[in-house]
């Protein structure tokens, strides 16, 4: 009888612990999310990929990644790279105490809550972004453009475009979590590699380039 009580002590002190763990998980990336959105000086940028008047950025993160390539005839009938459609995955950082701390995934899916039911959703999915916190999510297509290395947000010559990406669907975590229910741009500055392969390809093959970019996020001004 003692044997199993002392078992039963030693499981439920195994159970606070693991509580205890992850309430102070939830707390430090809690943390992370009020810090990046306090302190994070967000860079100036072109108007080509600013947003308008009336957005305010509210979080930035770091994101190593790769962007997918798939080999596809061209008009000419030669095959070549294309991203078409769209497939970046990639994870996003921000410093906590001085060590980063993952807050973000990035990848394609599709658009399951999107803001104009109205339009069609493209069964190839959308670019997502999705809290490590709370697991909201933003979906966002590109409306604006620069060329890597033609500005100093985006300096980086050869490297994929830095780009404006704006929400087209939003939705709140499976526990109420609103980090990215609400936002409305996105923006993809400071890339480095990423861009298409230049060997020769056979229609059909794919490859992952890697890459580094800055992206930073914003709602609408309260």
Request: hydrophobic share 35%.
């Amino acid at each position: 009888m003692n044997c199993r009580f002392d078992n039963q002590l030693k499981t439920i002190a195994r159970v606070r612990e693991l509580f205890a763990i992850t309430l102070l998980l939830g707390c430090a990336l809690g943390a992370v999310t009020h810090a990046a959105a306090q302190q994070a000086t967000f860079p100036t940028t072109p108007k080509d990929i600013r947003p308008p008047v009336g957005n305010t950025p509210f979080l930035e993160g770091h994101a190593f990644g790769s962007q997918g390539y798939t080999c596809l005839p061209s008009t000419t009938g030669a095959a070549s790279w294309t991203v078409n459609p769209p497939r970046p995955e990639a994870t996003l950082f921000a410093t906590f105490f001085g060590q980063p701390v993952q807050i973000i995934t990035h990848f394609t899916s599709i658009n399951t809550h999107p803001n104009d039911p109205t339009k069609p959703v493209p069964l190839s999915g959308n670019a997502t972004w999705q809290s490590s916190l709370d697991t909201s999510k933003v979906w966002a297509v590109a409306t604006g453009h620069i060329n890597a290395g033609s500005d100093a947000s985006c300096p980086n010559t050869g490297a994929i475009p830095c780009l404006l990406l704006q929400s087209v669907g939003n939705q709140e975590g499976p526990t109420g979590g609103k980090l990215f229910a609400k936002t409305t741009f996105v923006q993809r500055l400071n890339t480095k590699g990423g861009a298409a392969p230049t060997t020769a390809c056979i229609v059909g093959q794919t490859q992952l380039q890697p890459y580094t970019a800055d992206y930073v996020f914003f709602h609408g001004s309260e």
